[in-house]
Nanobody, 119 residues
Framework: QVQLEESGGGLVQAGGSLRLSCAVSGSTLSSNTLGWYRQAPGNQRELVAEINSYGSTAYADSVKGRFAISRDYVKNAVYLQMNSLKPEDTAVYYC?????????????WGQGTQVTVAS
């Protein structure tokens, strides 16, 4: 069974940085697409960043130039480096794993980690 465990969330001031981690067990990173999503109160869950089986990345327009997604095959983990954080980045951040051709909603989700950016 595939399991995802997020960590690294917390409180940070605007303009600061935070690094989220997602530990993956039960599957390999290279055969799947890994994504970071976020959901703020009253909002739908939205894609923040993805990295696919080829290593290609994609980002939401709102975080381009500020966030970076990466993988570590030794630790079997995926990371989200968040720089120049803004109050509007405040949300619960979720890690997602899905095989190619499978929608993220049908993939595996972590429990989420809270990120709060203070102005």
């Amino acid at each position: 069974q595939v399991q995802l465990e997020e960590s690294g969330g917390g409180l940070v001031q605007a303009g600061g940085s935070l690094r989220l981690s997602c530990a993956v067990s039960g599957s390999t990173l290279s055969s799947n697409t890994l994504g970071w999503y976020r959901q703020a109160p009253g909002n739908q869950r939205e894609l923040v960043a993805e990295i696919n089986s080829y290593g290609s990345t994609a980002y939401a327009d709102s975080v381009k130039g500020r966030f970076a997604i990466s993988r570590d095959y030794v630790k079997n983990a995926v990371y989200l480096q968040m720089n120049s954080l803004k109050p509007e980045d405040t949300a619960v951040y979720y890690c997602n794993l899905r095989p190619r051709g499978v929608l993220s909603r049908y993939g595996t989700w972590g429990q989420g980690t809270q990120v709060t950016v203070a102005s």
